[in-house]
Each structure stands twice: as structure tokens, then as C-alpha cells.
């Protein structure tokens, strides 16, 4: 309970945060709220309320389980607790790049996964736009990974704060410096580098999956570094998706049983 609470006021923390700076400082002018907002909230508010009354904190009550039980890779391993952490930590964020690249490549995932790309703009609210049939086979499959590895359960919470934290970071609309840009994209992804994946372009779209490090962009060379068109004015969003009326909130819901966002 408290735990939910401290994940809570993080991920406002930093919502709040990224969307002031986009207001002090926007990288694109173009970006609307009016329309936007009250559907990406809306969804938002949608899985937080749908989670926490179905299987919010699995994950994590897995992790404690597989302790117990003794499952999993980790808990075959006398390791130090740090090690046992970063290692959880490092094989969940590959295994959400993988997740992602997953729900591309199989059409019937990139149905759920198109409400996601179906925003055409890029904004801090972008990051939780996720049709909730996405979010809870997320879930799953984040519990699968937990099993497997014999994950830490401090470091599971650890790990979904910082990949929230990510996501609300590199889908915001700020201005950062191209040269500080550069340096950053060394080690983590910034908005310049996501917005790639956003772009209404096939091979832009399929690259740059990563949310938290670039580092697994860059090894398995999915990294694309800058975009056909000025970042400034590039489209966002789904080539067949373009009038703000396909885009409504019922819509979304419907959109993957009556399409597959190809095209
Ligand atoms: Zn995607």
C-alpha cells in the first residue's frame, strides 16, 4: 500500500516536472494539449484504475513468490543483493526492448500497440497512452521474466519506477541541447532519439525501441540517430491516422478489433 503510494507521487514528480519544462522550454511548437490530453489522461487514469483493481503489483508479489520457492535463474546463485538487483533491473529493461520490438513484428500485438502511435504529437502524456489489454499483457509477460530470472522484488519496484520515470522523460516535448543530447544518448534515450520512433516513417518507426538505456538500440542495431525530416516539424504519428476525429478516446479502445494500423 505504501509502496503504491510512493510510486505514486514519483511518477506525478516527474510528470509534473517534464511538463513544466515543456512549457518553459518546447522542442516542437506544434504540440496541442486540448485534444490530446484529456484522451491520453483519460487512458491513463483508465489501467491505473483497471490495475489496481486486477493484477497491479503481480510483478512484484511474483518476485517474492519465486524467492520462496526458490525458482529461477537468481535464486540458483549465491550473489551479493546489489548484484542480485542490477542484474534483475538490467534483464527486465532488455526484456521490455524486447517487448517492444515484439509488439511490432506481430501484427496481432501491433493491433494493441498502434493506440500507442495513433497520437499525432509527442508530449509527456504520450507515455501512458496504451490501449489496457496492452497493459495487462505486459503484465504477463513481465511475471514470466520475474519466474525466470528469480528476480529481486525490491529491485522490480526499483525497475518500474525508473522505466515510468524514463518514459515520461524521452516522450516529453523539451528542448535539450543537441550537443548535450549527443552525450546523453551515450548511456540513456532522450526525447530526440524516441521521437524517431514516433515518426509516420516504416523504418523510423522500427527503431529506437528502447525506453530507459540506449545501450540495447546500439547493440543490436536498431538504433537509427536522426530522422528524415527537421525534428522540429517531422510527422507523428500513424500514416493511415492522420484527422484528429479517427482519434477519439471509444475509438482507441476499438481501434485494434477493427484494424491493423498497416498501412
Ligand atoms: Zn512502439
Not at 27 to 38: E, L, N
Not at 131 to 155: D, N, Q, R, T
Not at 166 to 181: E, G, Q
Request: with cysteine; charged share 15%; hydrophobic share 50%.
Amino acid at each position: 500500500m505504501q509502496e503504491n503510494l510512493v510510486r505514486l507521487f514519483i511518477a506525478l514528480g516527474v510528470f509534473l516536472l517534464m511538463v513544466s519544462w515543456e512549457a518553459i522550454s518546447p522542442r516542437r511548437q506544434t504540440v496541442t494539449r486540448k485534444q490530446r490530453w484529456p484522451i491520453n489522461l483519460g487512458l491513463a487514469f483508465f489501467n491505473m484504475a483497471m490495475m489496481r483493481l486486477t493484477i497491479g503489483g503481480l510483478a512484484f508479489f511474483s518476485a517474492i513468490d519465486a524467492g520462496e520457492k526458490s525458482w529461477g535463474l537468481l535464486n540458483q546463485l549465491d550473489l551479493p543483493f546489489w548484484l542480485n538487483a542490477f542484474l534483475t533491473w538490467l534483464a527486465l529493461d532488455f526484456a521490455i526492448y524486447l517487448q517492444h520490438i515484439i509488439t511490432h513484428k506481430w501484427p496481432l500485438l501491433w493491433r494493441l500497440h498502434q493506440v500507442h502511435h495513433s497520437d499525432l504529437e509527442f508530449d509527456a502524456t504520450t507515455a501512458v497512452r496504451f490501449h489496457p489489454l496492452e497493459i495487462l499483457l505486459s503484465m504477463f509477460y513481465k511475471v514470466a521474466w520475474v519466474y525466470a530470472l528469480g528476480a529481486e522484488p525490491a529491485a522490480v519496484i526499483a525497475f518500474e519506477i525508473i522505466l515510468n520515470g524514463a518514459a515520461t522523460f524521452n516522450h516529453s516535448n523539451v528542448n535539450i541541447p543537441i550537443k548535450l543530447d549527443r552525450i546523453l544518448r551515450w548511456l540513456i534515450i532522450t526525447p530526440d532519439m524516441h521521437r524517431i520512433h514516433h515518426s509516420t516513417i516504416r523504418q523510423e518507426i522500427d527503431s529506437n525501441y528502447g525506453f530507459s538505456i540506449s545501450l540495447w538500440d546500439r547493440l543490436c542495431r536498431t538504433y537509427t540517430a536522426d530522422p528524415a525530416g527537421p525534428q522540429e516539424t517531422m510527422d507523428i504519428g500513424l500514416p493511415r491516422m492522420r484527422a484528429p476525429q479517427q482519434v477519439r478516446f471509444l475509438r482507441l479502445l476499438q481501434l485494434p478489433f477493427i484494424n491493423n494500423g498497416r498501412g
